[in-house]
T-cell receptor, first 112, second 114 residues
Framework: GENVEQHPSTLSVQEGDSAVIKCTYS??????FPWYKQELGKGPQLIID?????GEKKDQRIAVTLNKTAKHFSLHITETQPEDSAVYFC???????????FGTGTRLTIIP | DAEITQSPRHKITETGRQVTLACHQT?????MFWYRQDLGHGLRLIHY???????NKGEVSDGYSVSRSNTEDLPLTLESAASSQTSVYFC?????????????FGQGTRLTVV
């Protein structure tokens, strides 16, 4: 089955700097790659996703890039703010399989 | 607004007892999932359902069961609770375009087995 690896497990950045979280996946048939943000005491919430026919997608300060050849995708957060502090999960799925396989998560801390 | 709710939010139970965690969604999604979250392991799939009367095992299904009698609910049962099942449990449902499962999660249930 699909295996998703996520790095780093923890990340601390100064407020205003950029943060990058990277994931690799094993199944070349995977075609959908969402990112979830989990705040303390809450369930994960979808923040951005990308499909395999797209190389990059942006939404304000958040962007995701996908390299199908290398089977990795990354989350980029620019101009970080204190409210970006949370645990971030990447995930992958392939067409016809509605299940998501998640990475192990990255705890992002924004230092004021 | 549509939502997905879990109950209880916190539960303490004794080893060997049967426990049922509730999950209710008003999204009218066919797909529903149960995950457990443990430090260092992320979110691991326990069971899932693609519709009424359909249930499937995930990667960590031993000791757990689910049933799907209607679209809205997917209760998770621990047949005989063990300390290894102490965890935070999340229910999710997904919809959207087929093949691109946009999942919505509940707030989680923190289960402690003593």
């Amino acid at each position: 089955g699909e295996n998703v690896e996520q790095h780093p497990s923890t990340l601390s950045v100064q407020e205003g700097d950029s943060a990058v979280i990277k994931c690799t996946y094993s199944d070349s048939a995977s075609n959908y790659f969402p990112w979830y943000k989990q705040e303390l005491g809450k369930g994960p919430q979808l923040i951005i996703d990308i499909r395999s026919n797209v190389g990059e997608k942006k939404d304000q300060r958040i962007a995701v890039t996908l390299n199908k050849t290398a089977k990795h995708f990354s989350l980029h957060i620019t101009e970080t703010q204190p409210e970006d502090s949370a645990v971030y999960f990447c995930a992958a799925s392939f067409f016809g399989n509605e299940k998501l396989t998640f990475g192990t998560g990255t705890r992002l801390t924004i230092i004021p | 607004d549509a939502e997905i709710t879990q109950s209880p939010r916190h539960k303490i139970t004794e080893t060997g007892r049967q426990v049922t965690l509730a999950c209710h969604q008003t999204w009218n999604h066919n797909n529903m999932f149960w995950y457990r979250q443990d430090l260092g392991h992320g979110l691991r799939l326990i069971h899932y359902s693609y519709g009424v009367q359909d249930t499937n095992k995930g990667e960590v299904s031993d000791g757990y069961s689910v049933s799907r009698s209607n679209t809205e609910d997917l209760p998770l049962t621990l047949e005989s609770a063990a300390s290894s099942q102490t965890s935070v449990y999340f229910c999710a449902s997904s919809g959207g375009e087929a093949g691109y499962p946009e999942a919505f999660f509940g707030q989680g249930t923190r289960l402690t087995v003593v």
